[in-house]
């Protein structure tokens, strides 16, 4: 009789886990979300159902995927079968659906959302990336340039993740048109690590410069277009400050007769960021621009600024220069296989 009553009322259970328990309105394993559930014993004598908690008296925690919600299910019914009062809750996403049997009550406490501060932080180390990257190719270290497209590739699942999980909602006019605009940089980005590849496959060293100053303009406009700029620079202009003082009084080489090329340590001359100092990362062939990458604004912060100016408003520095801040990174030391 007992067994029978009990076979009877699990398969009561199962047949309403299967009909009511909506599993599409859980998350999919998209992007590693997950939601987290915790079962608590209910009061069998409370009248708020699954509101009815007793307090301090969690019995499991747990994160769960769809992939395991039936096997979550099946394990709780089961033990809630041999109970003889209280109820089992399921509390979905938008509704709760009450079985008779089991003194459980599984809950989902959070619904897991990407961390947009750790995925933001995550992208701004790949200017770390980038700084060893122009270090070691600087220095014509080939043998390490070419570890450089695989690590950075890793980065493609949190440019994507960012992209379409921080400007999702079309409710704000502009997020559709940042979507396209940072998949196009992203796009670019990776366009020319391809070159870079291909170059370095070459030892092709002017061609590797011009790869890497073009992902580096292209990641620059990324971390502008996404927001991921740690600071404001206040000054539109900085050539009001130079107008009372003669630029014979300014210290650095004539551009026309003594132009810098890659590895120079430069001042912007003239333009809105006169005064400014950096080094030069590629010169475009075509149009004779500079790609310099601005010295930092702010020491904490990893981001330096790419610029592509005409070549009469970049200068050699003259006199004796600490190096640049790429070569002062300590190179880590390689695995012996």
């Given at each position: ?80 079968c041999g109970l003889s009062s209280g109820s089992f809750s399921f509390v979905g996403k938008s509704s709760a659906f009450d079985f008779t049997s089991g003194a459980l009550a599984v809950a989902p406490i959070d619904f897991g959302t990407p961390n947009f501060a750790t995925l933001a932080k995550k992208i701004r180390n790949v200017c ?30 949190i440019f994507t993740t960012y992209t379409d999980e921080m400007f999702a909602t079309d409710d704000v006019p502009s997020n559709k048109g940042l979507r396209v605009a940072l998949r196009y940089e992203v796009g670019r980005f990776f366009g020319a690590l391809e070159r870079l590849k291909q170059a370095t496959s070459r030892r092709d ?133």
């Amino acid at each position: 009789m007992f067994q029978t009553a009990f076979f009877a009322r699990l398969f009561t259970c199962c047949c309403y886990g299967c009909f009511l328990v909506n599993i599409s309105a859980l998350p999919s394993a998209r992007y590693r979300q997950q939601v987290v559930w915790k079962a608590y014993a209910v009061d069998p004598n409370s009248n708020e159902g699954a509101e009815g908690v007793v307090k301090n008296s969690e019995v499991l925690n747990g994160v769960f995927t769809r992939r395991d919600l039936f096997t979550t299910l099946s394990k709780s019914l089961v033990v809630g079968c041999g109970l003889s009062s209280g109820s089992f809750s399921f509390v979905g996403k938008s509704s709760a659906f009450d079985f008779t049997s089991g003194a459980l009550a599984v809950a989902p406490i959070d619904f897991g959302t990407p961390n947009f501060a750790t995925l933001a932080k995550k992208i701004r180390n790949v200017c770390i990336v980038m700084d060893e990257l122009q270090r070691d190719l600087q220095q014509e270290r080939w043998d390490l340039v070419e570890t450089y497209p695989g690590q950075l590739r890793s980065y493609i699942p949190i440019f994507t993740t960012y992209t379409d999980e921080m400007f999702a909602t079309d409710d704000v006019p502009s997020n559709k048109g940042l979507r396209v605009a940072l998949r196009y940089e992203v796009g670019r980005f990776f366009g020319a690590l391809e070159r870079l590849k291909q170059a370095t496959s070459r030892r092709d060293l002017d061609e590797a410069y011009i790869a890497y100053s073009n992902m580096a303009i292209h990641f620059d406009r990324y971390l502008k277009a996404g927001n991921l700029y740690t600071y404001v620079d206040p000054l539109v202009s900085t050539e009001p400050f130079f107008e009372k003082v003669n630029d014979s009084a300014l210290v650095y080489s004539d551009p026309k007769t003594d132009p810098p090329e890659v590895r120079d340590l430069v001042v912007l001359c003239k333009g809105p960021d006169k005064g400014k100092t950096g080094i030069v990362i590629g010169k475009f062939p075509e149009t004779r621009n500079f790609v310099v990458k601005m010295d930092k604004f702010n020491r904490s912060s990893p981001i330096r600024e790419i610029k592509v100016v005409p070549p009469l408003w970049v200068a050699k520095r003259l006199g004796e220069q600490d190096p640049d801040d790429v070569f002062l990174i300590p190179r880590k030391a390689r695995k012996k296989s």
